[in-house]
Each structure stands twice: as structure tokens, then as C-alpha cells.
């Protein structure tokens, strides 16, 4: 399994670059994660997103659809892609180092 260096810690990702042990995760990996991402810093509406992925994730065992994320996390679609270009889900999933949300391609 390959592995990805943040915060100088090295992590289990898959063939994406997703994490597989989402515990590993923390929140000073995030900005390298977005980074990556193509977004510079990260703002109060991308630390609510971020967090509402990993509860989410924590609770129920995957990421929620950009359709439920634009319904319960209190941040909107249109901002969502504001946000986080490049699809919503996909990367605020891999900025909270959780795995890719199932439907997502």
C-alpha cells in the first residue's frame, strides 16, 4: 500500500491518495492537504466543511454526497464549490484525511 508524508508523518494512502486510516489524520496535515488541493489557506467555512466530513464520517463509516453536505453542514452547494473547486465531497474528503465518499468518481 502506498504511503504520503504530512506533518513529516508518513500515512497509509490508497491509489488516490486517500487516507486508509482516517485516525492517522490531524489537523496540522490539513493545510498541506488542501495545498495540494490547489486552495492556499484555509478558512473558518473550510474548517466547518472539514469537521462536518470527519463527524460524519465517524459516524456513519463514509463522507457524505455534495448533496447532503449542501443540506446539513450549514455551508451552501454554491459556496461549497466556492469553496472547494475542484468537487466539494472528493476534496474537503481528502483535506479530513478520511477515504473518498462512496458515488464519488
Do not use: N
Not at 16 to 44: C, K, N, S, V, Y
Not at 56 to 64: I, N, Q, R, S
Not at 78 to 83: A, F, I, R, S, T
Amino acid at each position: 500500500m502506498p504511503t504520503a508524508t504530512y506533518d513529516d508523518t508518513a500515512v497509509p494512502v490508497d491509489d488516490e491518495g486517500f487516507f486508509t486510516e482516517p485516525d492517522r489524520w490531524t489537523e496540522a496535515m490539513a493545510g498541506q492537504l488542501a495545498r495540494e488541493q490547489g486552495i492556499e489557506d484555509l478558512t473558518e467555512r473550510h474548517w466547518t466543511v472539514i469537521r462536518f466530513m470527519r463527524s460524519e464520517y465517524t459516524a456513519k463509516g463514509t463522507g457524505p454526497t455534495v448533496r447532503v453536505l449542501g443540506k446539513t453542514s450549514g455551508v451552501s452547494v454554491k459556496e461549497l464549490y466556492q469553496l472547494f473547486p475542484k468537487g466539494p465531497a472528493k476534496t474537503a474528503a481528502k483535506i479530513a484525511g478520511i477515504p473518498k465518499p462512496r458515488g464519488c468518481i
